[in-house]
């Protein structure tokens, strides 16, 4: 079960970390439409949907990435009071009450969706020069199976927890502040002279 958990989580990590990339695409391609617009007069008539199919893109296909890394948001001001299989319980049940027959129907609905946009090879309606947006759509399926394939490896680690007593280590690249302080539990802070003002200053008595 741990291999099955680390190879979704493998290949969530890799798709996560390739349409990161479209962060800096998106970044030019506004930065070229400010500098176009303001300085030569000569708006673009495609930054608007270049950013919101950028975005939106994103936005889908890194949500697989931010579930394997328990980065979504939710309210834990109970949750994290629990112990770890109390905790694997909760959300066992969670997953298979609300997650997964949301994802299926976002997978379903957006498959139709996508599926008329390719039959007609939508463009957008928002600016002159028509940018295809077929494919934007289609990226509504892949988000919703990509979180359906790691809900799978969620669910598993609910699993392992259920029988071990505690959380199988997590894939961890980056870590919110808020975890490093927990984690150091202020050792970084009280061992620095220079941040600590009880020691700041004691050579110099």
């Not at 934007?136 to 927890?161: D, N, W």
């Amino acid at each position: 079960m741990l291999q099955v958990i680390h190879l979704i989580d493998r290949l969530t990590t890799w798709v996560g970390r390739s349409f990161a990339w479209l962060i800096l695409l998106m970044a030019f391609g506004m930065g070229y439409e400010v500098l176009s617009r303001y300085l030569f007069n000569a708006p673009t008539a495609w930054a608007y949907d270049m950013s919101y199919i950028l975005y939106g893109t994103l936005f889908m296909v890194g949500g697989a990435y931010t579930l394997s890394r328990n980065a979504h948001v939710r309210g834990d001001f109970l949750y994290r009071l629990w112990k770890p299989r109390t905790q694997a319980i909760v959300e066992l049940i969670l997953y298979f009450i609300f997650f997964f027959p949301g994802i299926l129907a976002l997978i379903f609905a957006g498959g139709k969706y996508a599926s008329r946009s390719w039959q007609y090879m939508e463009t957008s309606v928002f600016s002159p020069a028509g940018v295809p947006i077929f494919h934007f759509k289609t990226m509504l399926v892949v988000g919703a199976v990509l979180l359906f394939i790691q809900g799978i490896a969620q669910v598993c680690r609910c699993i392992v927890c259920i029988r071990s007593g505690e959380w199988p280590a997590d894939v961890r690249d980056v870590t919110e502040l808020e975890d490093q302080l927990l984690e150091s539990g202020g050792q970084d802070f009280t061992d620095n002279p220079e941040t600590n003002p009880s020691t700041a200053g004691g050579n110099e008595r």
